[in-house]
């Protein structure tokens, strides 16, 4: 991740995020991008490591989870899903499995459910 995001900065984007989603609007794409990347960096605090890349294109990508570590081409455990997918995912408002079995999780590689991992927050 190029760039730390303030927490507040962080948490007033995802806060516009949801009430675009909770009034059926459509999310700014400066809040949207910010609250990806915000949820991503959660991420990188909950289970840094080097085992796992999460992609959330075009807004992010990050590497997590504790193991062999991943240094050239494509990662063995990728999981990339959109950007609205990964907001729900990671505050709660939608459950792994019903994500993947949608379609809107593409996981692979024997480490890439970090299901355990979410939601980032309550």
């Not at 516009?16 to 915000?38: F, H, N, Q, S």
């Not at 959660?42 to 807004?59: D, H, I, Q, T, Y």
């Not at 240094?71 to 995912?89: C, F, K, Q, S, Y």
């Not at 019903?98 to 024997?110: M, Q």
């Amino acid at each position: 991740m190029p760039k730390k995001i303030d927490v507040d900065e962080g948490r007033a984007a995802l806060a516009a995020v949801e009430a675009a989603i909770a009034a059926d609007a459509k999310p700014g794409r400066t809040e949207l991008a910010t609250a990806v990347r915000y949820l991503l960096q959660l991420l990188v605090e909950k289970a840094p490591g080097n085992s796992v890349e999460v992609r959330v294109p075009p807004f992010g990508a990050v590497q997590v989870v504790q193991g062999p570590r991943h240094t050239r081409g494509t990662p063995p455990n990728v999981v990339e899903t959109d950007a609205a997918t990964w907001i729900a995912l990671a505050t709660g408002r939608e459950r792994w499995v019903d994500a993947a079995a949608a379609g809107r999780i593409v996981a692979s590689g024997v480490r890439a459910d970090v299901s355990e991992l979410l939601p980032l927050r309550p």
